[in-house]
């Protein structure tokens, strides 16, 4: 059997509280997304918290919270979610891409001062939406201390631990997706929420939210789950990788590096390869396990971005591949992806 890239971790408990929510007859925005936000607020210690229906609305929200005028900058990495462009493009705004750092697939401050170190004719940018791409998290308080508003995006991130805080403590609004591929999924939806009073009162600020905006309350039962599985589900991906990383410790691919006091997750299993991405896919592919590019559904996967503005993210998009790393992996699995590792090519 294919060993396959991403699973979402779904079990009997889950599907339990979906059923349960079903049954009471009313499957939209209620009183399982009001316990959703209690549960979370209890792991993320926000002041205010909109459960929606997709990150994408969390990121529109976010932007419109800070009132960005008509052809203001957004600075996003080269390596954030599609979406992204779609979102910041369809409000009348306009991406302005930074590179990232060799070692970690982020933005940091070193990065983001040499984008706006650069005089253009534009307006500079409004403000920075960080994604904590494949979980590894950056020194986000030195950012904020650029004096830029900034949305963080912890969807990949959640559960990582810096120092006495935690990812999405340090922005002005921090998004949680919940979707299929996200750390915690709810089979789609986000949550949208701000750490300190001032900014939770621009979020109040925004008005009604349509109904059509609010997280379902089938969506919720199953994220209601998967905070109070969470601590569980983050030491078996430990576990995992560390079958991993010894496996790795014997080859000549790169891994990427999670820097200061910061705890990685284990969202992901990447390597950089120094060999061809072709190559890779065919020999994991002859040992039925499926291996994936890390970078297609970006900004510069996509193209959208000229290789020399941001060439490290060029060159981590060529050569960055995801190995399968998922709490419901069996021993027979963890092992062939192991010897995979191992003997690549």
């Not at 059509?212 to 089938?218: A, H, S, T, V």
């Not at 410790?249 to 060999?275: G, W």
């Not at 994991?284 to 993210?313: I, N």
């Amino acid at each position: 059997m294919k060993s396959e890239v991403y699973s979402p971790t779904i079990r009997r408990k889950e599907m339990d509280a979906v059923l349960t929510a079903m049954v009471e007859d009313k499957i939209g925005p209620g009183e399982q997304a009001r316990v959703l936000i209690q549960n979370a607020r209890e792991y993320l210690g926000f002041d205010y918290c909109v459960a929606l229906r997709s990150p994408a609305i969390a990121l529109f929200l976010a932007l419109k919270a800070l009132r960005l005028e008509a052809g203001r900058g957004v600075l996003i990495s080269a390596l954030s979610p599609g979406y992204y462009l779609r979102v910041i493009e369809d409000m009348g705004l306009r991406p302005v891409y930074g590179d990232v750092g060799a070692s970690s697939a982020c933005m940091d401050r070193e990065t983001l001062e040499a984008v706006l170190s650069v005089k253009a004719e534009a307006p500079p940018p409004g403000c920075i939406v960080i994604h904590h791409t494949l979980g590894y998290v950056p020194d986000t308080a030195a950012i904020v201390q650029m004096g830029l508003p900034v949305i963080e995006d912890i969807s990949q991130s959640y559960g990582a631990v810096l120092g006495e805080g935690r990812a999405g403590s340090y922005g002005t609004f921090t998004i949680l997706g919940l979707e299929e591929r996200d750390m915690l999924t709810a089979g789609g939806g986000a949550l949208l929420y701000s750490v300190n009073r001032r900014d939770a009162s621009v979020l109040r600020n925004l008005g009604d939210i349509p109904r059509e905006y609010g997280l379902p309350d089938m969506n919720a039962a199953m994220a209601i789950v998967q905070f109070r599985e969470g601590a569980k589900n983050l030491e078996k991906r430990k576990e995992i990788a560390q079958v991993y990383i010894r496996s790795g410790l014997r080859t000549r691919h790169k891994r990427f590096i999670q820097k200061d006091e910061a705890e990685y997750n284990n969202y992901a299993f990447p390597l950089i390869l120094e060999t061809g991405m072709k190559d890779v896919k065919a020999y994991a592919k002859r040992k039925e396990v499926e291996v994936e590019s890390a970078f297609e559904d970006t900004p510069m996967g996509a193209g959208m971005v000229a290789p020399a503005l941001c060439p490290e993210s060029y060159s981590l998009s060529l050569r960055t591949v995801l190995f399968p790393l998922y709490p419901r992996l069996g021993a027979a699995e963890i092992e062939k992806v192991a010897k995979l590792i191992v003997t690549l090519p």
